[in-house]
């Protein structure tokens, strides 16, 4: 009982001498938080008092009470200023309660007490604690007080509150942890805020090296899958936390569980220091002499790797074309290496001597620096060589880039949330032939390298080099994240892309009109959809009943798809669809009355010539075109020829910059030179059977793009400005006129001729 007494009293005490810090706390969680709630609802029911009128009482008392709840969960839930606020105050009170530390006088003092330094400690470090939580919880207390009063109360609200609070603390004890340990590895307070901010980006900044390095000397490294943020970081942790409440409304246990981990380790690791610290320590900038090296090469490494990085950027240095530059690479990371070593041996020492101490420490430091740049330059770990054997393979995911997105699809999730395609195929897509997808990724680097070594152009007449990004799922339970080039005009490339891409696993995690998830979508009421089919020029509404049937009938056909057929066919026509959801929490005034805030999908589906099912049931419902346009509808066509060649030509001749192409600077500046007549030739058609010629070839430039494959594509000099007749329905619907493309090899004899240029 005397000791639990004499425990109290310490406490008190020791509350005494941080009454200071006592006060923040107090000011911040049991004054400005209430204030603030209270001015937020009362703010909401003036902004809200237009509800009462738009709509009957029910109703307007049920949104009222949505937007009052929804302010509370602002201001009580995973809030932003609570956060900053949580987090200077971990700070503050972890540094100031053990401050006594960098004071000699006061150590001697302490030590001169009765008191074990065991119960010293505890006493300071469950008094930085309480001073945190019993603020918070009055404060927490008396703003659902406030909220009760303006029936501004719910269980969703007591629910996040009381999350928030749980995650909140749990990220207070990981900083206020970090500080401590800062503190007892540091003898000035200075050097301690130094100490705590290189625990906080310390891991940031060397991932941050990592990933600049992969990117400058890997040809196989994807950004995709790249973590940057800090593993071992309070705030890492608590992100993902808040992250999954925000996604799920659950507090995930598995990051609560790191993150307390996480405070525990520091938290000991801050006791062990402060039972061996020397007292002696007071005032140095390192407590532990056997610290100090490790502590500057750690700091000194990445710092000049850094450096380097930053130089590469200043010269476009690229180590696969040149070694141009790499002089001042070597130089200024060098530089770093002496200066930063020279500058934290001051700091060590607070005398600028100390600057020509240590010299050991620079020669390590370059050393390692040395290493890492040549363990990169080189590939001495075989990064880019990396390919799984496939019996160690538990499944890949292969998604090109920009492939068969029709006029844009967007990727979601089966809640709606966006996905981008690399996410959309990690989730759902779940390759098993892993022989042939390993003969591709082996076939593509080792031609790919081989071009790299001779400097070839990536799109030259030897193939087109797209890229793609791998997702390698191990055995193990691995994950492993790559980039690939594929030589899309290779043979055997194409018949190993056949069967890949030909498969019911690449179509579930690829091709969006074949998920499940827009199949739910479509059952659901809340959403509401616009479908139609066309030609992205000619569209015609669908109806929901229609449309469901129509893509029933595509996801049939498209077993017939595969890369070749996909690459030599164009798209007859595209289902559009354009998917909105109205968000039941976001209510605003709108001109007619009460309006909702709505998020919404796009997708395109392309439709091809060999799904002969799907265009038997669009003849069936009157929605195929046999051509591209109307004839009853064109009252002339204008086809324009840029004369690419004949331009670069006359740029030569006139001075121009003779390494310009014609679709880039070369026709922003031509037609500016004095004298200059523009290769551009125009020719204009109204007879029938000119015009009738011309329908048969051309199609609208957005539903014919080369993207992936290199496939079917439209002519690059040509393009035809078809000018609809003024009364026609297309005129209503669409404008004017319209821009169309002729297809490769389908410029008739007769334009060709009176586009050409003439000199």
Known sequence: MTSKSSFLVSLKENSKRRLWVWVISILMFVLILPVLTAFGLGGVARGAEWIWEATDAATAKQLVHQKLAEMMLSMLGFSGPIVFFSTILA???????????????????????????????????????????????????????????????????????????????????????????????????????FGFLVFCFYEFMVRYTLVGYKQEFFDYYTYYGTKETPGLSPFTMYGNLVNVFDYKNVIDVKYLFFLL??????????????????????????????????????????????????????????????????????????????????????????????????????????????????????????????????????????????????????????????????????????????????????????????????????????????????????????????????????ERSGQLLDEIIGSDEFKKGYMIGNSDNLNRMLEKETYTITASYGNTIYMERMSLNELKELLEIYQRDLALANFSNVKNNVPTGVIELAVSEELPWSVYKGASGIARSTRGWELGINIYPFYEESIAYLKNHGYYMDTQLKMEDIASIQVVNDNSEAARKLAKEQELTGDVSAEGVFYSTASKVAGYDSARVYADYTKEEQLKEIAEGIYPQELVQSDWDWGKDLEKDYRAVIYFKADSPITKYYGASATYGFLEGQVPDFVREDTAYKE
């Open 91 to 193: 700070v503050v009170s972890g540094v100031q309660g053990f401050s006594y530390l960098y004071s000699r006088k006061k150590i001697d003092f302490y030590m001169g007490m009765p008191v074990k330094k065991s119960k010293r400690f505890l006493v300071i470090w469950i008094n930085g604690i309480l001073l945190y939580i019993v603020p918070y919880m009055a404060g927490l207390a008396v703003s659902l007080i406030i909220g009760a009063g303006n029936k501004a109360l719910d269980g969703e609200v007591l629910y996040t509150a009381a999350s928030a609070f749980l995650a909140n603390l749990c990220l207070y004890l990981g900083v206020y942890h970090l500080a401590i340990l800062a503190l007892m590895m540091t003898g000035n307070i200075v050097i301690t805020g």
């Open 261 to 490: 981990l996480f405070s525990l380790v520091v938290g000991l690791i801050s006791y062990g220091c402060y039972l061996k610290r020397p007292a002696e320590a007071a005032g140095k900038a390192m407590t532990f002499g056997i610290t100090r090296p490790f502590i500057k090469v750690l700091i000194t490494v990445p710092t000049a790797l850094v450096a380097g990085l930053m130089v590469f950027d200043r010269v476009n240095m690229d180590f696969n074309d040149s070694k141009e530059g790499i002089g001042w690479v070597i130089f200024i990371t060098a530089l770093v290496v002496v200066l930063g070593s020279a500058l934290i041996q001051v700091i060590y020492e607070f005398d600028i001597k100390g600057a020509l101490h240590k010299k050991r420490d620079i020669l390590i430091s370059g050393a390692l620096t040395a290493f890492i740049f040549i363990a990169f330059q080189y590939d001495i770990f075989g990064y880019d060589d990396y390919i799984p054997s496939p019996d160690k393979i538990e499944s890949i995911a292969f998604i090109p880039e920009n492939y068969e997105q029709g006029t844009g699809s967007m990727y979601f999730d089966s809640d709606g949330s966006y996905l981008t395609a690399e996410g959309y195929a990690e989730k759902y897509m779940y390759l098993q032939n892993t022989d042939t997808l390993c003969e591709l990724i082996k076939l593509s680097m080792d031609g790919h390298n081989e071009a790299v070594k001779k400097n070839e152009d990536m799109e030259a007449d030897k193939g087109h080099w797209s890229y793609s990004t791998l997702i390698y799922r191990l055995k193990g339970g691995r994950t492993v994240y790559r980039a690939l080039w594929v030589n899309v005009d290779d």
